[in-house]
T-cell receptor, first 115, second 114 residues
Framework: NAGVMQNPRHLVRRRGQEARLRCSPM?????VYWYRQLPEEGLKFMVY????????ESGMPKERFSAEFPKEGPSILRIQQVVRGDSAAYFC?????????????FGPGTRLTVL | SQKIEQNSEALNIQEGKTATLTCNYT??????LQWYRQDPGRGPVFLLL?????KEKRKERLKVTFDTTLKQSLFHITASQPADSATYLC?????????????FGQGTTLQVKP
């Protein structure tokens, strides 16, 4: 059973460009979470999604950031007009369907560098 | 506001000894608490979950305690090995019930010397 997959593992963008980060949850998991880890800081929750629904986006910056989890395909975290402060490791996690969301399984992360 | 604190200083111990890491929280009454391990350049790996009605939980060489009165969890690794060297994160659920949203502590880095 493959774990949570994220791609790309490393992404370099220039200021003003768009960054798209992809996450494929574990097989059978219908809940996806995105976290950001800034250098020398802890993991910060960004957004929680189920298929075609955003459940909790309280950790998402109000502008430039969006997330989706379509019926088919991976979850996407999109950052428009990136700035240097967006440089961080972005982790995706998934958990099984309702009733067992306690344990989250993390992917390897995407390290975004904004030049 | 809700806050989680872990000892930010690295913990250095000798192989074979027991490592004890601390997680304290404030302004919060979580239904459970989790511990994760994170190696450099990798995602966190789930280790243990302990619920509010459990005092202690064990898994192989790992032991977690949860004191809801003190608002503290202790994480022990017995007979530590150099391979246990990593950063250990404490996490608590927040938001409305069962949303799965976690808040993490800063993590404590453990270094086990052979």
């Amino acid at each position: 059973n493959a774990g949570v997959m994220q791609n790309p593992r490393h992404l370099v963008r220039r200021r003003g460009q768009e960054a798209r980060l992809r996450c494929s949850p574990m097989k059978g998991h219908s809940h996806v979470y995105w976290y950001r880890q800034l250098p020398e800081e802890g993991l910060k929750f960004m957004v929680y999604l189920q298929k075609e629904n955003i459940i909790d986006e309280s950790g998402m910056p109000k502008e430039r950031f969006s997330a989706e989890f379509p019926k088919e395909g991976p979850s996407i975290l999109r950052i428009q007009q990136v700035v240097r402060g967006d440089s961080a490791a972005y982790f995706c996690a998934s958990s099984p369907p309702s009733g067992n969301t306690d344990t989250q399984y993390f992917g390897p992360g995407t390290r975004l560098t904004v030049l | 506001s809700q806050k989680i604190e872990q000892n930010s200083e690295a913990l250095n111990i000798q192989e074979g000894k027991t490592a004890t890491l601390t997680c304290n929280y404030t302004n919060y009454s979580p239904a459970y608490l989790q511990w994760y391990r994170q190696d450099p350049g990798r995602g966190p790996v789930f280790l243990l979950l302990i619920r509010e009605n459990e005092k202690e939980k064990r898994k192989e060489r790992l032991k977690v305690t949860f004191d809801t009165t003190l608002k503290q969890s202790l994480f022990h690794i017995t007979a530590s090995q150099p391979a246990d060297s990593a950063t250990y994160l404490c996490a608590l659920p927040t938001g409305s019930s069962n949303t799965g949203k976690l808040i993490f502590g800063q993590g404590t880095t453990l270094q086990v010397k052979p």
